[in-house]
């Protein structure tokens, strides 16, 4: 009898232990999991310019990488030039987010659109996010490649015909985009007189990185940019302006961007930890740093193409 209860006891033991060996395998495999679902998101300057051509320098476009799929905020001339040296695959692009018309944020869409169904979207359509306007801009680009996409989807690559569609949404303030892995925010800036001018926030397991797009200082870029691990603001150098346009043009310049030093003002009024110069109006890094550097006392990098800017 002894022997039968000692017995009993040792399996209820040796039971006990084995449940708690799955507890813990299970514990295990959902803190894998949960590691794998946040992944590393990173800003990639793919273009840090503005209109003035540099070879230096592709126009404005910013990708945001989350390793098993990226967006893209504008599309300026020789983004896809400045994506060919990088290792993002078309296959993984998720969404385009366009902050307004200035030729300078779209002038590579049009590019981007045709280059990303040939080599990697194939079936999937461009996801094409935007303010008021983004439709037409879509049935102009479509238009304007019809007899490229007659040529490669029927006659000769037979590459997939959705592909060559566009899926286009025209959005208001807020959250725009939800996969699961990245939350993206839609936010109005002010560029008057250009309007609607946009820009965007995105946020991943904690962490986040706001594109400002072109603007003046503001009380709603403040707000969106509040606690972002990255902000990536565009900034000219005054005294650039200054030297290369008309006192007249220069004023209105001025009137409608955000200069380094701003830009420093606005990092620090936001609490953000990183603050990245981009959409740079102006040659002269060591002065782009040095005014930045008058407001805002966190990390400042002033940006280069192909530059990649991780939250961590």
């Given at each position: 009898?002894?022997?039968?209860?000692?017995?009993?006891?040792?399996?209820?033991?040796?039971?006990?232990?084995?449940?708690?060996?799955?507890?813990?395998?299970?514990?295990?495999?959902?803190c894998l999991l949960s590691?794998?679902?946040?992944?590393?998101?990173?800003?990639?300057?793919?273009?840090?310019?503005?209109?003035?051509?540099?070879?230096?320098?592709?126009?404005?476009?910013?990708?945001?990488?989350?390793?098993?799929?990226?967006?893209?905020?504008?599309?300026?001339?020789?983004?896809?030039?400045?994506?060919?040296?990088?290792?993002?695959?078309?296959?993984?692009?998720?969404?385009?987010?366009?902050?307004?018309?200035?030729?300078?944020?779209?002038?590579?869409?049009?590019?981007?659109?045709?280059?990303?169904?040939?080599?990697?979207?194939?079936?999937?359509?461009?996801?094409?996010?935007?303010?008021?306007?983004?439709?037409?801009?879509?049935?102009?680009?479509?238009?304007?490649?019809?007899?490229?996409?007659?040529?490669?989807?029927?006659?000769?690559?037979?590459?997939?015909?959705?592909?060559?569609?566009?899926?286009?949404?025209?959005?208001?303030?807020?959250?725009?985009?939800d996969d699961g892995k990245?939350?993206?925010?839609?936010?109005?800036?002010?560029?008057?007189?250009?309007?609607?001018?946009?820009?965007?926030?995105?946020?991943?397991?904690?962490?986040?990185?706001?594109?400002?797009?072109?603007?003046?200082?503001?009380?709603?870029?403040?707000?969106?940019?509040?606690?972002?691990?990255?902000?990536?603001?565009?900034?000219?150098?005054?005294?650039?302006?200054?030297?290369?346009?008309?006192?007249?043009?220069?004023?209105?310049?001025?009137?409608?961007?955000?200069?380094?030093?701003?830009?420093?003002?606005?990092?620090?009024?936001a609490g953000v930890k990183?603050?990245?110069?981009?959409?740079?109006?102006?040659?002269?890094?060591?002065?782009?740093?040095?005014?930045?550097?008058?407001?805002?006392?966190?990390?400042?990098?002033?940006?280069?193409?192909?530059?990649?800017?991780?939250?961590?």
């Open positions: 009898m002894v022997a039968d209860r000692v017995r009993r006891v040792a399996c209820i033991d040796s039971g006990q232990r084995t449940a708690d060996s799955r507890n813990v395998v299970v514990f295990l495999v959902c590691a794998v679902r946040c992944l590393a998101i990173d800003a990639i300057l793919i273009g840090t310019g503005f209109p003035r051509p540099d070879p230096n320098r592709a126009a404005a476009c910013t990708v945001i990488d989350l390793g098993d799929e990226w967006f893209v905020v504008d599309a300026g001339r020789g983004a896809t030039m400045r994506i060919a040296a990088t290792q993002l695959e078309y296959a993984k692009m998720r969404a385009v987010f366009i902050t307004h018309f200035h030729s300078d944020h779209i002038a590579g869409l049009p590019d981007l659109f045709d280059t990303s169904w040939q080599f990697g979207r194939k079936s999937a359509p461009l996801e094409l996010y935007g303010p008021r306007g983004t439709r037409k801009l879509a049935d102009a680009m479509t238009s304007f490649f019809a007899a490229d996409i007659h040529y490669r989807r029927d006659l000769l690559e037979k590459h997939p015909a959705a592909g060559a569609t566009i899926h286009t949404r025209e959005i208001v303030e807020g959250v725009i985009f990245v939350k993206v925010r839609r936010f109005n800036v002010d560029h008057r007189p250009v309007e609607p001018a946009l820009g965007y926030r995105f946020e991943s397991c904690g962490k986040a990185i706001v594109v400002s797009g072109d603007t003046r200082p503001n009380d709603n870029l403040l707000k969106f940019a509040r606690g972002a691990d990255v902000l990536v603001m565009e900034a000219y150098l005054p005294e650039f302006l200054d030297k290369v346009d008309t006192p007249e043009v220069a004023a209105r310049l001025k009137h409608y961007h955000t200069s380094a030093e701003e830009a420093g003002v606005i990092a620090t009024k990183t603050l990245v110069l981009t959409h740079l109006v102006g040659f002269d890094e060591a002065a782009f740093l040095a005014q930045a550097s008058k407001t805002f006392k966190g990390k400042i990098i002033v940006g280069r193409d192909l530059m990649r800017v991780s939250t961590d």
